[in-house]
Protein backbone atom coordinates (compact mmCIF):
# COMPACT_ATOMS: atom_id res chain seq x y z
CA UNK A 1 0.00 0.00 0.00
CA UNK A 2 1.34 3.31 -0.70
CA UNK A 3 1.27 6.94 1.16
CA UNK A 4 -0.80 9.23 -0.61
CA UNK A 5 0.60 12.01 1.05
CA UNK A 6 4.27 11.81 -0.28
CA UNK A 7 5.13 12.34 -3.13
CA UNK A 8 7.30 10.63 -4.92
CA UNK A 9 10.03 13.89 -6.10
CA UNK A 10 9.86 14.69 -2.91
CA UNK A 11 13.64 14.66 -0.95
CA UNK A 12 14.57 11.78 1.19
CA UNK A 13 17.37 12.59 4.26
CA UNK A 14 20.05 10.48 2.00
CA UNK A 15 19.57 12.69 -1.03
CA UNK A 16 19.61 15.99 -2.38
CA UNK A 17 19.52 19.11 -0.14
CA UNK A 18 18.86 17.12 3.34
CA UNK A 19 22.42 14.84 2.34
CA UNK A 20 24.30 16.48 5.12
CA UNK A 21 26.27 13.38 7.02
CA UNK A 22 28.46 13.53 10.24
CA UNK A 23 31.70 12.11 9.56
CA UNK A 24 33.26 8.71 11.54
CA UNK A 25 35.79 10.02 13.71
CA UNK A 26 39.68 9.16 12.83
CA UNK A 27 39.90 7.59 16.35
CA UNK A 28 37.28 5.57 15.78
CA UNK A 29 38.61 4.02 12.50
CA UNK A 30 41.85 3.82 13.98
CA UNK A 31 40.72 1.73 17.09
CA UNK A 32 38.78 -0.47 14.50
CA UNK A 33 42.33 -1.20 12.24
CA UNK A 34 44.09 -1.11 15.43
CA UNK A 35 41.66 -3.68 17.54
CA UNK A 36 42.43 -7.05 15.70
CA UNK A 37 46.04 -6.99 15.79
CA UNK A 38 46.15 -6.33 19.36
CA UNK A 39 43.70 -8.85 20.26
CA UNK A 40 45.07 -11.57 18.17
CA UNK A 41 49.21 -10.31 18.81
CA UNK A 42 48.02 -10.02 22.49
CA UNK A 43 46.38 -13.60 22.76
CA UNK A 44 48.82 -15.05 20.97
CA UNK A 45 51.51 -13.78 23.50
CA UNK A 46 49.66 -14.75 26.60
CA UNK A 47 48.60 -18.31 25.40
CA UNK A 48 51.77 -19.57 24.17
CA UNK A 49 53.94 -18.43 27.03
CA UNK A 50 51.34 -19.25 30.21
CA UNK A 51 52.99 -22.93 31.03
CA UNK A 52 56.54 -21.63 30.64
CA UNK A 53 58.45 -20.55 33.68
CA UNK A 54 61.66 -19.22 32.49
CA UNK A 55 62.41 -15.31 33.46
CA UNK A 56 60.94 -13.87 30.12
CA UNK A 57 57.65 -15.94 30.27
CA UNK A 58 56.11 -14.58 33.06
CA UNK A 59 56.45 -10.79 31.69
CA UNK A 60 55.46 -12.04 28.00
CA UNK A 61 52.26 -13.70 29.46
CA UNK A 62 51.39 -10.52 31.86
CA UNK A 63 52.42 -8.03 28.06
CA UNK A 64 50.42 -10.24 26.40
CA UNK A 65 47.07 -9.88 28.38
CA UNK A 66 47.51 -6.03 28.55
CA UNK A 67 47.41 -5.78 24.82
CA UNK A 68 44.84 -8.66 24.67
CA UNK A 69 42.51 -6.50 26.95
CA UNK A 70 43.06 -2.65 25.16
CA UNK A 71 42.21 -4.55 22.41
CA UNK A 72 39.02 -5.15 23.70
CA UNK A 73 38.86 -1.61 25.41
CA UNK A 74 39.78 -0.63 21.62
CA UNK A 75 36.88 -2.59 19.86
CA UNK A 76 34.24 -1.44 22.61
CA UNK A 77 35.37 1.84 22.19
CA UNK A 78 34.94 1.97 18.29
CA UNK A 79 32.09 0.30 18.75
CA UNK A 80 30.37 2.60 21.04
CA UNK A 81 32.09 6.16 18.95
CA UNK A 82 29.86 4.13 15.40
CA UNK A 83 26.49 3.28 17.04
CA UNK A 84 26.62 7.26 18.52
CA UNK A 85 27.48 8.72 15.24
CA UNK A 86 24.89 6.77 14.03
CA UNK A 87 22.09 7.59 16.54
CA UNK A 88 23.52 11.86 15.54
CA UNK A 89 23.15 11.08 11.84
CA UNK A 90 19.62 9.90 12.87
CA UNK A 91 18.93 12.82 14.32
CA UNK A 92 20.21 15.29 12.18
CA UNK A 93 18.42 13.73 9.34
CA UNK A 94 15.05 13.54 11.52
CA UNK A 95 15.48 17.12 12.41
CA UNK A 96 16.21 17.68 8.76
CA UNK A 97 13.29 16.06 7.37
CA UNK A 98 10.69 17.95 9.94
CA UNK A 99 12.33 21.55 8.48
CA UNK A 100 12.07 20.11 4.85
CA UNK A 101 8.36 19.17 5.17
CA UNK A 102 7.47 22.83 7.02
CA UNK A 103 8.94 24.57 4.78
CA UNK A 104 11.96 25.81 6.70
CA UNK A 105 15.62 27.00 5.69
CA UNK A 106 17.08 23.61 4.78
CA UNK A 107 20.90 23.80 5.08
Known sequence: M??????PSA????TGALA???PMPGVAVFFFFASPVLLLFGGFLARVNAGV???WAVFQTMLGTVMF???VAALMS?????A????AQQHLDAVLTAQHDRG???A
Open 2 to 7: TNPTVS
Open 20 to 22: QRI
Open 104 to 106: GPA
Open 53 to 55: TFD
Open 69 to 71: WVG
Open 84 to 87: VRTI
Open 78 to 82: AIVIA
Open 11 to 14: PTPG
